[in-house]
């Protein structure tokens, strides 16, 4: 047996997991409440997946249109949810979004700016409003950049380049600690906290065709569903519209929505600009400004204010699959998102210097002359730890989730720019309750030895057994079958077949080896890393199974619509008393009789109401 004493071992009272927007956020409240707090992170600080986000952060500023409201946002987040978001987390939301982003700003936050010199707000699909607060195309960047100076001067201790294994749980079953591994040596180390905040993100890296980066590989799932926690609505992963397919050197890599918020339009191989005649019904009268607009959008009026492209991620990205499976796609298999005949060169570099800068480097592709070949690609997981609404707790006491590794914001569908505001919000809700939960005990608890012994054995055993399955081709196994068989367009038979597979590819991992030492191995992190990735993809294949309707990011080309049952119920998966993966069908609680009221208002009856309450005030 493993000697625990001779394992490294520190102590906070709030530890967080993943340094990305909703990590610092966490951070910074839990440390601005006098709790030593402690950042582990894979990767360095500052190369968080955040810095990825391009477009803007949601908020209902009215900066732009002075008819936004908080009431119009949580209508906008629920509609493209498909109203499955829990309703509380919506409203919380909309309410806090406008004060954490002024508050970012108060930080040193340098957003772009109206005429009035206020912070600007650009058009979003699925936003009635201009609503965005930007920073050029590189609002993440900026995010994290003034998140990590703030969080820094509070002193906030960083452990950078350091994995997190699996979370250690004390006598009563509460979180008391997580065992890591430094990546660059090795060696392991124990943290010690009376609470822990996963913000770990998503686990895009399950599929070939990903804007995600090597990081995403659903740590946070993996770790919470070990630990015993609930997972949530796994089968909503989105998959964002517009994803580079051509050249191979920027596959993948998302073309943020400004494009399209800056007026980029998608054309077929036929040189049509198919958006029109994939309005949903519902979306005529919903998403348009007004009957006359709507009118416009029915007579293919390519001047509309808001265009097409502008709708939901789901259905641009199920319009693009739909143009290529009919024959009109591009030469790659995808679209033509043109930006180049709709601005002029000057206004590109400068309203989207980022992506005419990143193009121009690795794909040799001038956006401001030529169209971009797109389409779908895995982005974002709507699903993950399923938490407490108003203090991200998970069902493990102690262990809290924020950002893309919690559930329930988002519902069935995100909208595009919800994800910004949502790390500030949640980020901030998590540090806070994580705070108060670690000032309510005396002490940190001790964890059980046996558990750190076994999670170390379980690690070093993939370099010390002779022989075994290559982690590196069991990814790429695992790449293709999501691809193939749990993506845009789902059936009964192609997940059967998919679920199979990761059957298959679980057996294969318990004896996986990594060639080598422990010292600078990326096979053996690799390695680490597919246990989670098989769980991830494992929680997401048999709820996209179970859930018999199309929803949001969630299509089953055998049940095509929404059905109303299935509102009725989220899906929840948890590791069962037999090791195996269970999953539940849990009855949504009733919504707050207010909060669906607005929801379900028409857009002219809540801005009269609106108007009336400023008035009023």
Not at 69 to 79: A, G, V
Not at 565 to 584: A, F, P, T
Request: proline residues 3%; charged residues 25%; contains cysteine.
């Amino acid at each position: 047996m493993l000697d625990i004493s001779d394992i490294k071992t520190i102590e906070h009272d709030v530890l967080i997991v993943g340094a990305g927007g909703a990590g610092l956020s966490a951070a910074i409240e839990a440390s601005g409440q006098g709790q030593s707090t402690g950042i582990v992170m894979k990767s360095l600080l500052g190369k968080a997946h955040t810095v990825m986000a391009e477009g803007g952060m949601a908020a209902a500023l009215g900066n732009v249109d002075a008819r936004d409201d908080w009431k119009i946002h949580f209508r906008d987040t629920m509609r493209g949810g498909k109203f499955l978001n829990v309703w509380r987390m919506a409203e919380l939301h909309a309410q806090l979004a406008p004060e954490r982003v002024r508050l970012l700003e108060e930080w040193g936050a340098v957003f772009d700016r109206t005429k009035k010199g206020l912070i600007n707000q650009r058009n979003f699909g699925g936003h009635r409003y201009p609503r965005l607060a930007h920073v050029g195309d590189r609002t993440g960047l900026e995010m994290i950049r003034t998140l990590q100076d703030h969080g820094i001067h509070q002193g906030i201790e960083t452990y950078m380049e350091c994995t997190a294994l699996d979370l250690l749980k004390n006598e009563q079953g509460a979180v008391c600690g997580i065992v890591c591994m430094w990546r660059e040596t090795g060696t392991f180390v124990i943290f010690k906290a009376k609470a822990i905040i996963f913000a770990t993100g998503g686990g895009g890296k399950a599929w070939d065709v990903t804007s995600n980066s090597w990081e995403y590989t659903g740590d946070g799932y993996a770790m919470a569903y070990e630990a015993g926690a609930d997972l949530m609505d796994m089968e909503f992963n989105q998959f964002h519209p517009t994803g580079m397919v051509w050249p191979l050197s920027v596959k993948g890599i998302l073309v943020t929505e400004s494009v399209r918020g800056e007026g980029g339009i998608l054309l077929n191989s036929e040189g049509t600009r198919f958006m029109f005649n994939y309005i949903p019904e519902r979306f005529r009268s919903e998403t348009a400004d007004t009957e006359e607009e709507a009118a416009r959008w029915l007579a293919g009026d390519q001047s509309a204010r808001r265009p097409p492209e502008l709708l939901t991620r789901d259905v641009v990205a199920r319009a693009i699959n739909a143009e290529v499976k009919a024959g009109r796609g591009s030469p790659h298999g995808g679209a033509f998102l043109n930006i180049a005949t709709q601005r002029s060169a000057e206004d590109i570099k400068k309203k989207l210097p980022s992506m005419y800068h990143q193009f121009k480097v690795l794909a040799e592709l001038d956006i401001t002359k030529e169209p971009m070949e797109v389409g779908p690609t895995c982005h974002y997981f709507m699903g993950g730890i399923k938490v407490d609404s108003d203090t991200t707790m998970s069902s493990v006491p102690g262990l809290f989730a924020c950002g893309e590794c919690a559930a329930g914001m988002h519902g069935a569908n995100r909208l595009g720019g919800n994800s910004l505001s949502d790390l500030l919000v949640f980020g901030y809700l998590a540090g806070k309750h994580a705070a108060e939960y670690a000032k309510g005990l005396r002490s940190t608890s001790s964890f059980k030895t046996n558990d750190a012994s076994r999670i170390i054995q379980h690690a070093t055993s993939i370099l010390n057994r002779e022989d075994g399955a290559n982690p590196y081709l069991l990814h790429e196994a695992l790449e293709q079958n999501m691809q193939k068989h749990v993506g845009i367009i789902r059936t009964k038979e192609d997940l059967d077949i998919g679920i199979r597979e990761i059957e298959t590819l679980k057996e294969q991992y318990k004896s996986v080896k990594a060639k080598g030492a422990s010292q600078f191995n990326p096979g053996w992190h690799e390695a680490l890393s597919m246990r989670n990735l098989l769980i991830t993809a494992e929680a997401v294949a048999r709820a996209a199974q179970l859930r018999e309707e199309s929803r949001g990011a969630h299509t089953r080309a055998d049940f095509p619509d929404e059905r109303d049952e299935w509102l009725q119920y989220n899906i929840v998966s948890r590791k069962g008393s037999d090791g195996k993966m269970e999953l539940h069908k849990v009855a949504r609680s009733a919504p707050d009789p207010e909060l669906e009221r607005i929801a379900k208002s028409t857009i002219d009856n809540l801005e009269a109401e609106i108007a009336t309450e400023r008035g009023n005030a």
